[in-house]
C-alpha cells in the first residue's frame, strides 16, 4: 500500500488521468463529478441520521422482500436525482428499483451506464457501523437513438468501465478504479473535497484475516466448514490461525479486505445455492476493483466478472480476496485439499 506523496482533489485527478488519453471527450470527468456530488449528499444524509430522526424502518418491503431503512430509499433518489438529468447516462439499474430506470424524456441521454447499491450495509444504520454506496459503469449497448433495455445492463463484468464505492465510516472514502489500478480519496469536509489519499492500492498477497457469517455454517457445505476451520488451526509457520472480522457491511468488509488482505466470501449454502449478494451491483464492481489491486474474485466455479448476468437482481456466491487466500479456499472447495 503506497501513501501519497501530493495533494490532489480527486476533480484534478480525474481531469488530469483523462488529459492522457487523447480523443477523451471529458465526459467521465463530468459523471464522477456529478456521481460524487450525489455521495456527498448521501454522507451528509448518514451523518444527520440520527439527529434528524430518520433513522427507522419504512412500511416499504424491497424486491428482495426485505425491509428497507429509510435511507436506502434517500440515497436511491439522491442517486437518481443527481445523475437523471446530466445527459451522461443512458440508463440506471439500482437495488431498490425492481425494473430498470429510464431517463425522464426531457433530459438528454448519454452514452454510460450506471449499476448501483445506493446503501449497502444497511442493518448497520441504527448502530452507528460503517455503511457505503457500490458503483458500476459501463458503455451501453443499445444505439443511441433506441430505448434501452436490459441488455444496456446485464453485461459481463469485465466490461466495466469503472467501478468503486463510497464508504461512510469514521470520514467518508470514495475508492474507485478505471480499469488502471485502484485509488482511494477520503473528503475533507472544510474544503468540500475529496483528497488523494491512497494512489495504486494494491491488496497484500495473503492475509491473516477471514470474513464471513459464521452463523451460516450450519448450512455451508462440508468443504466450505472444512477451509474455515483450517483457518482457524494453529499452523507450524505461524500463518494460522486467521482472525476473524466481519461487519455485516459487505462494503466496508471488502474495504478492510483490500488494505489488509485475507479473505471475504459469501458462499452459496444448502438453502441460497447463489448465496446472498447481487451480482450486478454489488459483487462485479467489488470483482473490478479487488482484480484491479491484484486479488481474485470467484463464484467458486468461475471469476465473477466472467458470468454472463441474466436478471438485474440476480445472485451469486462471492469468495474474494488476496489471491493466495481465495485460491486456497478454491482447492478446498474442489476438494483439492
Ligand atoms: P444491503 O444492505 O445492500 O441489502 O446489503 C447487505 C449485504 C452486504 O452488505 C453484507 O455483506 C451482507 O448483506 C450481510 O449479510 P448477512 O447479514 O446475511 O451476513
Ligand atoms: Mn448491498
Ligand atoms: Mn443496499
Redesign the pocket.
Known amino acids: 500500500m503506497i501513501k501519497v506523496s501530493r495533494f490532489i482533489t480527486l476533480d484534478n485527478f480525474i481531469t488530469k488521468q483523462e488529459n492522457f488519453h487523447p480523443g477523451a471527450s471529458g465526459e467521465f470527468t463530468s459523471f464522477m463529478h456529478d456521481l460524487t456530488f450525489a455521495v456527498r449528499l448521501i454522507a451528509r444524509e448518514v451523518r444527520r441520521a440520527g439527529i434528524n430522526d430518520i433513522i427507522g424502518l419504512t412500511d416499504e418491503v424491497n424486491v428482495?422482500g426485505?425491509q428497507v431503512k429509510k435511507l436506502?430509499i434517500i440515497a436511491n433518489e439522491i442517486i437518481i436525482k443527481s445523475m437523471n438529468h446530466t445527459g451522461k447516462l443512458a440508463v440506471m439499474a439500482s437495488?431498490e428499483n425492481e425494473e430498470l430506470i429510464q431517463i425522464p424524456s426531457k433530459y438528454p441521454k448519454g452514452k454510460y451506464v450506471l449499476v448501483f447499491?445506493p446503501?449497502?450495509?444497511?442493518?448497520n444504520i441504527d448502530v452507528n457501523v460503517t455503511?457505503g454506496t457500490i458503483f458500476g459503469l459501463y458503455k451501453r449497448v443499445t444505439k443511441s437513438d433506441e430505448e434501452c433495455n436490459v441488455d444496456d445492463v446485464l453485461q459481463k463484468g469485465y466490461k466495466q468501465i469503472a467501478s468503486g464505492y463510497a464508504l461512510y465510516g469514521s470520514s467518508t472514502v470514495f475508492v474507485y478504479t478505471t480499469g488502471n489500478g485502484v485509488n482511494a480519496f477520503t473528503y475533507d469536509p472544510t474544503v468540500g473535497e475529496f483528497i488523494l489519499s491512497y494512489e495504486g492500492i494494491t491488496i497484500p498477497e495473503r492475509g491473516k484475516y477471514y470474513s464471513t457469517?459464521e452463523?451460516?455454517s450450519y448450512k455451508w457445505s462440508e468443504q466450505f466448514k472444512k477451509y474455515i476451520n483450517y483457518l482457524k488451526e494453529k499452523s507450524e509457520d505461524g500463518f494460522r490461525p486467521y482472525s476473524a472480522r466481519?461487519i455485516?457491511?459487505?462494503?466496508a468488509?471488502i474495504h478492510r479486505t483490500l488494505l489488509y488482505g485475507g479473505i471475504f466470501a459469501?458462499p452459496s449454502d444448502k438453502s441460497n445455492p447463489n448465496g446472498?449478494?447481487r451480482l450486478v451491483y454489488?459483487c462485479n464492481p467489488l470483482a473490478m476493483l479487488i482484480e484491479q489491486a491484484g486479488g481474485m474474485a470467484t463464484n467458486g466455479k468461475e471469476r465473477i466478472l466472467d458470468i454472463q448476468p441474466k436478471n438485474i437482481h440476480e445472485r451469486s456466491p462471492l469468495y474474494l480476496g488476496s489471491k493466495y487466500d481465495v485460491e486456497e479456499c478454491m482447492a478446498f472447495l474442489n476438494d483439492n485439499k
Request: no cysteine.
Open positions: 428482495h426485505e436506502d437495488e447499491d446503501l449497502d450495509g444497511s442493518s455503511i457469517n452463523g451460516n466481519y455485516g457491511s459487505g462494503v468488509d459469501y446472498k449478494l454489488e
